[in-house]
């Protein structure tokens, strides 16, 4: 071979690919980015899914790069240089990235990508078409490192000369240093990782909103939902996490045949900026401030919401594996499409069979709040992130606090025990990598940096559900870790007790047989926090100051009644979609007097009375004029979870029903409002919670279909004890024999009427003997604290082995 073979440039295979002519066996072609965009042009265009077309550069071409432009030999010399610590991270990465930025791409290459270029943007009807620019490693995307945010995006390119510029700075941004410091911790050989570009048809999002996509909740590893994050403009927002996006919940099981809504979750963000196309000059993107109607208006409509949670369904089922995807619309079709598609890397990786409960074993009052991302807990002293220069000095082991964080801060984010930011949602970059290091985070708190002080100690904990609290002080803490696996079978059927939806799907790994009880109550007065009758007759509510808060709670609903039914109809079917199909009895609402005061408005229709526990309470508010327009939006709430969002599971069970009269008057009003027992498999239960309950339990099972006993009114009534008093607490025990004679006998008389008899009180979560008394007496099913659960399933295991035992 002579030297002009030798000296002959490498690239001599085509230098760039199509996507369509791409698999996801093209990873070492073309990078898993763009293999993935070429397998789901390929494969999933058929069914609907629609990708932006584009191309790719190969990693041969990367190679040959660096290797006839006289690269290879520096950049190992830099790398080996950094290794032996004689060049620090931000030297080596300097260093590196000149040497990509001076050298010139080989002519094949660059006539490749403008021919390329001028194809694409025939395809797309653009004399110079808009073009996204990404980077996709050959080392990217993988089951177990996602490499997510490491290399750098240029987006709104248009005309070869840029386009041509943004491939050089792509190769570049190989050794951004954070790009340097993953790949350390992760093992890969920088030489071993090559570069392919791929150059997409923009979507105008910037005319609409764009955003990020996991067929998995991100959080607890739910395996049966979709969660959309979505922002106006550009998605470089909601992924670098410098926006509070909207968020949406689908339920995935209940999207098969298209004849439910099952969207179980619907937030809107604050969006305060959007990132739209340059006005001119050299900045291709400019980020700009959105409007009042935009911060108050969701991104998505209900339809959109369905379109891209069907096709994340059908990704997920493609490749086989939970999904992380983007997502944009295009403002001037209206169109939506899929940008990019990732195995999800933290939670799809983890033990379904293993929970990990975590519990703050102190009470505290929060200083700050926002999205929890993980489900952990931390304690350390604050350190405040200012600009990249704070970043230097960022102590091991300290809580992370920032109005955002940003790709490069990556190195300093892993010696940190814990991520607090002021913006931010749970898709955000923040968020990603503190799911990727397994740290906890507190995301989009709007203020933390400007009430922490740098220095104090602060605890910070997600594991209270999906709102993540920041505490000051070290505040005790602890963790249990339980094979699922290794849990014995019973008899019994054992339910949970789930309060709230934000902590739903926090135990969807335990192996209960559904959801024993789902207080109403709860979601009223903590998402919704409006009196119902305030919301129907706001023209009665007195106070201006209330009416101003009314109006800002329920802005964007046309009808201040249809945020009630949203919000908790969104509420019972979070709960409901948890342990989906088996049962979740659904409690309405069983506030007393005082605590309906309370809510907003609450004042104008609540007299006060002397004993609100045993006053106008559960069921004798519903058919009463001065509550049944506020119960006929219970109703419709209910009636949408069952019919309109699928959740056919849902139970309904009426609390506090004194008399058989009451027990017609109140299943004749359910009918009335659309949820008449036994239509649709509709079943009803009631309480068992007042002797005459169980006096007249034969009567009261012809109007029902099931009873669930309320273990602590039940004692209070039946021994004459104020439950909430510290004087005659000693005397209050669900394990008197008077209480245990009664529901011994209310089983026994349910189950000859072929009624079902639950529990669903504290007292088989605080005495494992008095759940012992109820698998004697045959009790169908108990509902139990979730933390609670184990505990109680090991021990009635053992209940029901001495009891077979006995019985041969």
């Not at 400019?286 to 409509?301: C, G």
């Not at 494992?768 to 008394?773: I, V």
């Amino acid at each position: 071979m002579d030297d002009q073979a030798v000296a002959e440039p490498a690239v001599t295979a085509a230098p760039v690919r199509w996507f369509e002519d791409l698999r996801v066996t093209d990873v070492p072609v073309v990078g898993g980015k763009n293999a993935s965009l070429g397998e789901m042009i390929s494969a999933l265009t058929p069914k609907g899914i629609a990708v932006p077309p584009g191309f790719a550069t190969t990693a041969d071409a990367y190679r040959a790069f660096v290797r006839d432009a006289g690269i290879e030999a520096p950049l190992k010399a830099a790398m080996a240089a950094y290794r032996s610590k004689s060049s620090t991270l931000e030297e080596t990465g300097e260093a590196v990235r000149r040497l990509f930025l001076e050298a010139e791409l080989p002519a094949a290459l660059t006539d490749a990508v403008a021919q390329g270029y001028r194809r694409l943007s025939e395809r797309v009807g653009k004399a110079e078409a808009a073009v996204a620019v990404r980077s996709s490693a050959t080392a990217e995307d993988l089951p177990d490192a996602s490499f997510a945010g490491q290399q750098e995006t240029f987006l709104n390119i248009v005309g070869e000369r840029a386009l041509i510029d943004a491939c050089r700075r792509c190769y570049a941004s190989l050794f951004t240093d954070r790009a340097i410091a993953y790949r350390e911790a992760k093992g890969f050989d920088h030489l071993d990782v090559a570069l392919s570009i791929g150059i997409q048809a923009m979507v105008r999002s910037d005319l609409a909103g764009s955003g990020v996509m996991f067929s998995i909740d991100p959080d607890s590893g739910f395996p049966r939902t979709v969660v959309i994050s979505a922002a106006w403009g550009l998605g470089e927002t909601v992924v670098q996490g410098s926006v509070d996006p909207d968020r949406y919940m689908v339920f995935k099981p209940l999207l098969d045949d298209g004849a439910y809504s099952p969207i179980v979750g619907k937030e809107l963000g604050e969006k305060a900026q959007k990132l739209v196309y340059g006005s001119g000059g050299s900045a291709r993107t400019s980020l700009v401030a959105t409007t009042t109607s935009e911060r108050r208006a969701l991104v998505l409509d209900d339809d959109e919401v369905l379109l891209l949670a069907r096709w994340a369904a059908a990704i997920e089922a493609h490749y086989g594996r939970p999904m992380d995807m983007e997502w944009a619309k295009d403002g001037e079709t209206g169109k939506l499409f899929i940008v990019q598609a990732r195995p999800e890397t933290v939670q799809s990786t983890r033990s379904n069979t293993v929970l990990r409960n975590w519990r703050l074993d102190a009470e505290a009052t929060p200083v700050a709040s926002g999205a929890a991302v993980g489900d952990s807990i931390a304690s350390g002293p604050a350190y405040v992130v200012h600009s990249t220069d704070d970043l230097a000095a960022f102590p091991e082991g300290a809580i992370m606090i920032a109005a955002t964080t940003d790709p490069d801060w990556v190195p300093a984010m892993r010696r940190a025990k814990g991520i607090v930011t002021d913006h931010g949602g749970p898709t955000s970059h923040a968020a990603i990598v503190a799911r990727e290091l397994g740290v906890p985070a507190v995301v989009g708190t709007s203020n933390a940096t400007h009430i922490v002080k740098p220095g104090e100690v602060l605890t910070l904990s997600c594991a209270e559900g999906d709102r993540g609290k920041l505490y000051r002080g070290a505040l005790p803490f602890s963790h249990e870790d339980i094979d699922i696996g290794t849990l014995p079978d019973t008899a019994t059927k054992l339910m949970v007790n789930i309060a709230s939806p934000s902590a739903a799907f926090r135990w969807w790994r335990l192996p209960a047989k559904g959801i024993g009880l789902a207080r109403m109550e709860f979601i009223i007065g903590t998402l919704i926090r409006v009196h119902p009758m305030a919301l129907v007759h706001p023209e009665r509510v007195e106070d201006a100051a209330t009416r101003s808060a009314i109006a800002e709670r329920t802005r964007g609903f046309a009808d201040p009644k249809d945020y009630f039914v949203d919000t908790l109809a969104q509420g019972i079917a979070r709960i409901a979609s948890a342990y989906h199909p088996h049962p979740v009895i659904v409690r309405l609402s069983d506030f007393k007097s005082n605590e309906y005061a309370h809510l907003l408005g609450g004042a104008d229709f609540e007299e006060r009375e002397a004993n609100p526990m045993i006053g106008f309470r559960g069921a004798s508010r519903y058919y009463h004029e001065r509550y049944r327009e506020g119960f006929a939006l219970e109703c419709a709430a209910l009636k949408r979870v069952r019919e309109t969002m699928g959740f056919t599971n849902v139970v309904v069970m009426v609390p506090f029903c004194r008399t058989l009269g009451e027990a017609d008057k109140v299943l004749a009003e359910m009918s009335k409002n659309g949820l008449a027992r036994g239509d649709k498999g509709l079943q009803v239960y009631v309480m068992a919670e007042i002797p005459a309950n169980i006096v007249l339990a034969e009567e009261f099972a012809k109007r029902f279909d099931g009873f669930s006993i309320g273990s602590n009114d039940l004692t209070q009534l039946t021994l004459g004890i104020d439950r909430d008093s510290d004087l005659l607490a000693p005397l209050f025990d669900e394990r008197d024999p008077a209480v245990t004679r009664s529901i011994a006998s209310l089983i026994a008389r349910a189950h000859e009427c072929g009624a079902k008899v639950g529990i669903c009180g504290q007292a088989p979560s605080n005495y494992p003997e008095f759940a012992a008394m109820l698998v004697e007496h045959g009790i169908d099913s108990i509902s139990l604290n979730p933390d609670s659960f184990v505990t109680t399933l090991r021990h009635l295991a053992k209940v029901e082995s001495a009891r077979d035992v006995a019985a041969a």
